[in-house]
């Protein structure tokens, strides 16, 4: 709602495309789920629901591209809020916070193969 800050939550029709690829995605392996988030530049750690969770998100909306403010860190996508976020990157062995937040990023292609 605007009311959250203008976030633009998802839509009836993809919030079923995310369901319906999380289905198809069900039955891969841990290691196949891996190599499609890898594939994609995309976070493979978390637990198998989180990684079908992130391969259906991916397959559908497309892959959540780096940080285009530290261009070092990986993009976490909240699907209550709609809200992009970064949490920083290890630089060498510096950990560089970022404090990027959004609700619109350009989503890459996501690759199937």
Same mark, same amino acid.
């Given at each position: ?13 993809? /919030? ?21 988030? #890898?594939?994609? #530049?995309?976070?493979?750690? @978390?637990? /198998? ?23 070092? @860190? /990986?993009? #976490?996508?909240?699907? /209550? ?25 350009? #989503? ?6």
């Amino acid at each position: 709602s605007a009311a959250a800050g203008g976030a633009l939550p998802l839509t009836a029709v993809q /919030k079923k495309a995310i369901a319906k690829a999380e289905e198809q995605q069900a039955s891969k392996s841990i290691d196949e789920l891996k190599d499609m988030l #890898r594939r994609n #530049r995309q976070i493979i750690g @978390g637990s /198998k629901p989180e990684l079908i969770e992130r391969c259906a998100q991916g397959v559908t909306l497309g892959a959540v591209p780096m940080c285009p403010l530290c261009g070092g @860190g /990986k993009l #976490r996508f909240d699907m /209550k809020s709609c809200q992009y976020s970064c949490p920083g990157f290890m630089d060498d062995d510096k950990f560089q916070p970022c404090y990027f937040k959004s609700f619109s990023v350009a #989503r890459e292609a996501w690759k199937t193969a």
